[in-house]
């Protein structure tokens, strides 16, 4: 079964975390993408090369708050004075936009973000399904026999199994008798140095081996690499099916990437504390290897609901230690947070940066792992995080927001008594507030 969706999710998070191990920084998409049109502003609007000076421009001078006034060039092709300002009105309004719509996106810390930010990344534990039109064994497909194929997870620890299973339907969508023929699992190799081990797996619909109920139309079975010759396989291992639907023989497989070894067990209870604003998760980890480490965990209200999303990226030695997970203060009170919070269904892993599988992961912690107190939201602080990189884009922001206020008030000298034009989100921040 192919796994896409799910393995682009983990490629991304693991992006993630090379981004950490190389840089240490904090990147906010929205502002990268804001940033493009910031640019393009610049050269729209700060041009000191294509138009001739005129009367209407402003020299490049140091003003009294630091900011460089580069020259503002007032177009000559607008026909009217009612256009030219206008066209500077919304020039403002547009790098306004920029700076709000960053300065919104990037208030709480990456390792703290609202659950809606992560809907494909909060129930990590579902079955990844798909269906399609059954493949031949020799290749095509029969368009008249759909298969429904699932698989527990993708990722793997060592000790931890996989449930598989196939169903067929017929283009009535009514259900049909799958018989397996051969279920083979081998680690996939592509430098021809790894193990070539093949594995057979008891693939039916009997109700043993991981069938969950016999003779429901739904053919299983639950494979388990640390109890086969694939024990010390480390990689990608593929289980192939070939089966028949009526007399027609078609195929199925399905992959998982498997870790022989743990390069880190947890290592004892969840602690608690509200640490300088925020609410702080402390999960001890006996660490085997050193290096760096990436954790993820679901944060549900007292409801149940998702709340929010958060992450751990951090470089650990070896030995006892423990995994910081934040959740921020101003995420609970925006929210305003449920209490008691449910902290479930924690993973993670150790990268291992160019190298293939790029991962070795820890046992995950599958359901609710712990429940916080009751707290009052008030106990928290509403304060904007701010880490140097955010500052830093911010700061830039803000300097192409006086430059547009510097040319508005250039043509329009009144302006300068009267409150400047907003964007939209500024208009909706100043609301909210």
Not at 115 to 136: C, F, G, I, W
Not at 248 to 277: C, H
Not at 331 to 358: C, T, V, Y
């Amino acid at each position: 079964m192919r796994y896409k969706h799910r393995k682009q999710q983990q490629k991304e998070t693991t992006s993630q975390a090379r981004q950490g191990s190389r840089l240490k920084r904090t990147v906010v998409l929205a502002g990268v993408t804001l940033l493009a049109g910031t640019l393009m502003y610049r050269a729209a609007s700060f041009d000191d090369g294509e138009h001739p000076r005129t009367q209407s421009q402003l020299p490049t001078s140091p003003s009294s708050d630091g900011i460089s006034k580069k020259t503002i060039a007032f177009s000559p092709l607008l026909p009217s004075a009612t256009e030219q300002r206008t066209h500077l009105v919304r020039q403002l309004e547009e790098v306004d936009q920029t700076l709000c719509t960053y300065e919104e996106s990037s208030k709480y810390p990456l390792s703290s973000r609202p659950a809606a930010e992560h809907l494909d990344q909060l129930y990590p534990n579902q079955t990844v399904s798909e269906s399609h039109a059954m493949r031949k064994k020799n290749g095509g497909v029969d368009a008249d026999i759909q298969i429904e194929s699932g698989q527990s997870r993708v990722y793997m620890a060592a000790r931890e199994s996989v449930l598989l299973s196939l169903r067929a339907y017929d283009q009535a969508h009514q259900p049909q008798t799958v018989f397996v023929t051969q279920a083979i699992a081998r680690g996939l190799s592509f430098d021809n140095k790894r193990n070539a081990t093949q594995v057979a797996l008891a693939m039916a619909d009997t109700g043993r081996d991981g069938d969950e109920q016999a003779n429901d139309g739904i053919v299983s079975a639950r494979f388990s690499p640390a109890a086969t010759g694939l024990a010390q396989f480390h990689g990608t291992i593929r289980i192939e099916v070939n089966f028949t639907v009526n007399g027609q023989a078609g195929m199925a497989f399905f992959d998982v990437i498997y870790s022989p070894d743990l390069p880190a067990t947890w290592a004892g209870k969840i602690r608690e504390a509200n640490e300088a604003g925020a609410l702080v998760f402390y999960l001890p980890l006996q660490v085997h290897r050193p290096g760096r480490y990436l954790v993820n965990a679901r944060l549900d209200d007292a409801s149940g609901a998702p709340f929010a999303f958060l992450n751990f990226n951090e470089l650990l030695p070896q030995g006892l230690t423990e995994v910081k997970l934040i959740a921020a203060g101003n995420l609970l009170r925006d929210k305003e947070a449920s209490f008691p919070l449910k902290l479930r269904d924690i993973d993670g892993f150790l990268l291992k940066e160019d190298s293939d599988p790029d991962r070795e992961l820890i046992p995950r912690i599958e359901g609710i792992a712990y429940q916080s107190k009751q707290y009052n939201l008030k106990a928290f602080s509403d304060a904007e995080w701010s880490g140097e990189e955010r500052q830093r884009h911010l700061n830039e922001f803000r300097k192409d927001v006086a430059l547009a206020k510097e040319a508005l008030v250039a043509f329009d000298p009144d302006q300068a008594r009267r409150p400047f034009p907003q964007s939209a989100c500024s208009k909706a921040r100043t609301s909210f507030k």
